[in-house]
Antibody
Framework: EVQLSESGGGLVQPGGSLRLSCAAS????????MSWVRQAPGKGLEWVSD????????YYADSVKGRFIIFRDYSKSTLYLQMNSLRAEDTAVYYC????????????WGRGTLVTVSS | DIQMTQSPFTLSASVGDRVTITCRAS??????LAWYQQKPGKAPKLLIY???SLENGVPSRFSGSGSGTEFTLTISSLQPDDFAAYYC?????????FGQGTKVEIK
């Protein structure tokens, strides 16, 4: 059974940093692209970042480019999102989502972790 | 960036109704379109991928159609469990983008 479990969210001041984690199980982690998608309170879904199965390809939304870094640890089957220079508009629930071995929709999602950026 | 526009924003319907949600892309995305259902406080759930392929375990009352720039999600007979928000998403080109969502409410 595929399971994705996010952690690392919390309250952080503007300009601060936070690292989110997503522990994955139930599938061959290295074979699948992984993504982060966020949802601001009461708003819709916004794709944040993708990383290919092999880790060689990373992609970012313009809103986070240069501030966020996506990476993965194959030994721990864990996906990460390093978030720097956080802004109030980064406040959201952050979901990790499993992609495919090639271009694919997100077929499994974690429960999400809330990030609140406020002074 | 490819803009995804859903309509309507809100839809009021009764159990048993046939419901259709439309998603338009600002440029052709072939059939690289997915539909998700989201209930309050929960993660999204994949319903449809490649515009018309039903994800495993999803009831057959859900169907998707379209290609290019025009897509539809149809629920053939609305059930109590279907009252939720629905999002389309293109994965033809980065950045992946979502529609703004359609909330299906009880009439």
């Amino acid at each position: 059974e595929v399971q994705l479990s996010e952690s690392g969210g919390g309250l952080v001041q503007p300009g601060g940093s936070l690292r989110l984690s997503c522990a994955a199980s139930g599938f061959t982690f290295s074979s699948y692209a992984m993504s982060w998608v966020r949802q601001a309170p009461g708003k819709g879904l916004e794709w944040v970042s993708d990383i290919s199965g092999g880790g060689g390809g990373t992609y970012y939304a313009d809103s986070v480019k240069g501030r966020f870094i996506i990476f993965r640890d194959y030994s721990k089957s864990t996906l990460y999102l390093q978030m720097n220079s956080l802004r109030a508009e980064d406040t959201a629930v952050y979901y990790c989502a499993k992609g495919g071995t090639s271009r694919a929709a997100f077929d499994f999602w974690g429960r999400g972790t809330l990030v609140t950026v406020s002074s | 960036d490819i803009q995804m526009t859903q309509s309507p924003f809100t839809l009021s319907a009764s159990v048993g109704d046939r419901v259709t949600i439309t998603c338009r892309a600002s440029q052709s995305i072939s059939r690289w379109l997915a539909w998700y259902q989201q209930k309050p406080g929960k993660a999204p759930k994949l319903l449809i991928y490649r515009a018309s392929s039903l994800e495993n375990g999803v009831p057959s009352r859900f169907s998707g159609s379209g290609s290019g720039t025009e897509f539809t999600l149809t629920i053939s007979s609305l059930q109590p469990d279907d009252f939720a928000a629905y999002y389309c998403q293109q994965y033809n080109d980065y950045p992946w983008t979502f529609g703004q969502g359609t909330k299906v409410e009880i009439k």
